[in-house]
């Protein structure tokens, strides 16, 4: 069936509108390509920059699209071709109306044409849409319906505005002029959605829509950035806010950027001032700039401490930790890092370590050994006093309990756990405890609580000093006391004992003046003898307990042994002991007779004392002499002798060899300091044939 030309509404198109709509849809197609090309290079070329080589991929993925288009542009062209096929038959018959079958054809053609378009640009994942320039929606993909939530018959044919809040229509316009002489605009948007409260962001491309060299509208290719876009703002929102300072550099060490903290940390008053300062002023100390790295340098992980310069010269100490960035080359673009102002914390440190190192000098020159003891009877810590005390060192006690020290007292774990149970938060005791040496020491301990951070008992804290000296003084102490009072009661007696005893030789005299009998005469010759041996007992206990005269004097000194034999000649017979007292002519000497006595007295007594623990009986032999200056006097037992390691000390304060309870160690060195202040010595060595011989030396009287 054919159709009347005059009565079809349809007026027929000429071949030059074929041939132009194909020059148009090719000029499309390349525009297209150039467009996708430019826009994805703007997009991604600062990114690339910092995305390593696995996204090269992208590349890739540009020549799959652009293959896209080609095949696109290629199903056009068939149908532009099959376009001009029918106009050649229509212009063949001129002046005819075209047939139903030609019109129907073409209908075909053109919906297959839009179709192929539509599928096109529904395949992109971003969002396209085509606009006028009243902002009326000519196109749009399935990208753009999702995001509006509307279906693409809904959206053709609308107003943009009806949809975005943001930007605004007068947003819009006020740029329009612009845009209308480049044709060109790219950029990133912010599109809020009147159906979401979400904000969008957007990398978009738009491109005029040109027709009769006037623009009528634009194409707008966007690429959704949101996520990435909210990530930026996230980290900038955490750069700026950080209290650790953050900073970007150059490999040479120069700041690129830094957060507010690092320019408050470095005292200077913006950002500006910091980013303008050369890398050698931040570096505290002379070298390569802090903040950067060697030429050689990987790249990688880095934390160490670093000094840097404030803005007033001050040197800050901060904790670095940084790493590089590489380009898609694999280049070293900058680094980034933190920096963590440990500058008081070192201080901080520095004054710990002096607090530390004087505690510990304190404790070192405390006179008690100071013990830290937990929760379990374990030492958590011992001064240096525990070496001297006990003969431990610090380390051998920490980790033990009280109770693993051998020969420790049960006093020191009474007082332990009468602490920490908070029966006397604070107490005392004195307690044995042997040192290491096998010495025994007399301790006395002080104990209190140890609390924690929260007030909770965590332990107990002990003091131990040793008292060994001081109770040995207290006993000398009172022995001499008892001495003295000794010696006044013996003063007494002398004197009373001297009246009767002046009586008794008075009549014994008179008696044997007047009587005849020989035997009685004898009786009273014997009488007589007893009475004047105990007058002479009385003289020598009056002497020496009477007071020593002040000063030094010559003296003679066969009479002052000769006395001081006197004084203890009971106990010498009691215990057996035999004195062989080579008496030579008078030996002056120069001293104080009483303080001789004393010390003449005790080395008596120290040679019967050790006479008696190896025999039933012995020999002291005394002997005197003068060598030059000097007059001597010696004592020689024929005792065990004194042991060789004992001879160094054994004129040192408490220092004992006798069994418990016999000795308090001082007789010898009270006998050292006597003999010192007379410009003396006394001596002691162990004789060749055995037993012990102490030598007394003195300055004679009289001698320069």
């Known amino acids: ?256 950027d830094a957060n507010p903290a690092l320019v408050s940390m470095l005292g200077y008053e913006d950002r500006a001032h910091l980013l303008a300062v050369e890398p050698a002023a931040l570096n505290f100390d002379p070298g390569q700039p802090v903040l950067g790295r060697a030429v050689d340098d990987r790249g990688g992980v880095r934390t160490r401490e670093v000094k840097l310069r404030r803005k007033d010269g001050s040197a800050a100490v901060f904790l670095d930790s940084s790493r590089a960035v590489w380009d898609s080359a694999g280049n070293i673009i900058r680094y980034q890092g933190t920096l963590v102002d440990i500058t008081e914390k070192r201080k901080m440190e520095r004054q710990l370590a002096q607090q530390e190192q004087f505690r510990s000098r304190l404790l070192e020159s405390f006179p008690d050994m100071i013990l830290v003891v937990d929760l379990e009877e374990r030492y958590t810590f011992a001064s240096a006093r525990a070496r001297e005390l006990l003969g431990y060192a610090p380390e051998e006690l920490l980790g033990k309990k009280i109770s693993d020290l051998e020969n420790q007292s049960s006093e020191l774990v009474l007082l332990y756990r009468s602490v920490v149970s908070g029966a006397e938060p604070i107490a005392s005791a004195e307690y044995g405890a042997r040192h290491r040496d096998g010495s025994w020491r007399t301790m006395r301990a002080s104990g209190s609580q140890l609390t924690d951070g929260e007030g909770k008992i965590s332990g107990a804290i002990i003091s131990v000093r040793d008292i060994t000296v001081e109770r040995k003084l207290e006993q000398q102490v009172v022995q001499s006391e008892r001495l003295a009072a000794m010696g006044a009661m013996i003063g007494g007696v002398a004197h009373e004992l001297n009246n009767p005893l002046t009586s008794i030789l008075g009549v014994s005299e008179l008696l044997q003046d007047t009587e005849t009998n020989e035997t009685a005469r004898k009786q009273l010759a014997m009488l007589q003898q007893q009475a004047r041996r105990a007058a002479d007992i009385v003289q020598n206990l009056t002497y020496f307990s009477r007071p020593p005269a002040p000063g030094k004097s010559a003296i003679n000194l066969v009479e002052i042994v000769e006395r001081t034999l006197n004084l203890h000649a009971y106990s010498l017979r009691k215990n057996n002991i035999t004195v062989d007292f080579l008496k030579e002519a008078g030996v002056p000497a120069l001293g104080d007779p009483h303080q001789l006595m004393q010390v003449f007295l005790n080395l008596i007594v120290n040679a019967e004392q050790a006479i008696r623990e190896t025999r039933d009986r012995g020999t002291l032999r005394i002997r005197l002499g003068r060598t030059g200056n000097s007059a001597w006097v010696s004592f020689h037992d024929d005792g065990p002798g004194i042991p060789k390691e004992s001879l160094p000390s054994i004129f040192d304060p408490f220092y004992t060899t006798k069994r418990p309870g016999r000795g308090t160690g001082l007789g010898l060195s009270i006998c050292k300091s006597v003999m010192k202040e007379h410009n003396g010595s006394v001596e002691a060595a162990n004789a060749p044939d055995g037993g012990a011989v102490f030598t007394v030396t003195l300055p004679v009287a009289g001698a320069n």
């Open 1 to 256: 069936m054919t159709i009347n030309p005059a009565q079809s509404p349809r007026p027929s198109r000429p071949r030059g509108n074929f041939e132009q709509e194909e020059s148009q849809l090719w000029r499309w197609l390349i525009g297209f390509i150039i467009l996708l090309a430019v826009a994805l290079s703007a997009l991604l070329w600062e990114r690339l920059e910092t995305i390593p080589y696995s996204l090269r991929a992208i590349p890739i993925g540009v020549l799959t699209l652009s293959l896209l288009l080609v095949v696109y542009a290629y199903g056009r062209r068939r149908e532009v071709s099959d376009l001009k096929v029918l106009l050649k038959g229509l212009q063949e018959h001129v002046g005819a109306a075209p047939s139903e079958e030609q019109l129907d054809q073409l209908s075909q053609v053109l919906q297959r044409s839009q179709r192929s378009f539509k599928e096109l640009i529904d395949s992109f994942d971003d969002p396209a849409f085509a606009v006028s320039l009243d902002g009326t929606l000519r196109t749009v993909n399935k990208r753009v319906s999702d995001l509006a939530g509307l279906p693409y018959a809904e959206l053709v044919g609308h107003k943009i505005y009806d949809l975005i809040a943001e930007p605004t229509r007068e947003e819009v316009e006020r740029g329009l002029g612009r845009f209308l002489e480049t044709r060109r605009w790219t950029g990133t948007v912010k599109v809020q959605l009147k159906n979401s409260s979400r904000p969008l962001y957007f990398d978009c491309v738009m491109n005029g829509i040109v027709k009769g060299d006037e623009v009528v509208g634009a194409s707008v290719l966007g690429r959704d950035v949101t996520e990435e876009r909210e990530k930026e703002l996230r980290f900038t929102a955490l750069f700026e806010t950080l209290q650790e300072g953050v900073y970007f550099s150059t490999p040479d060490g120069r700041l690129q």
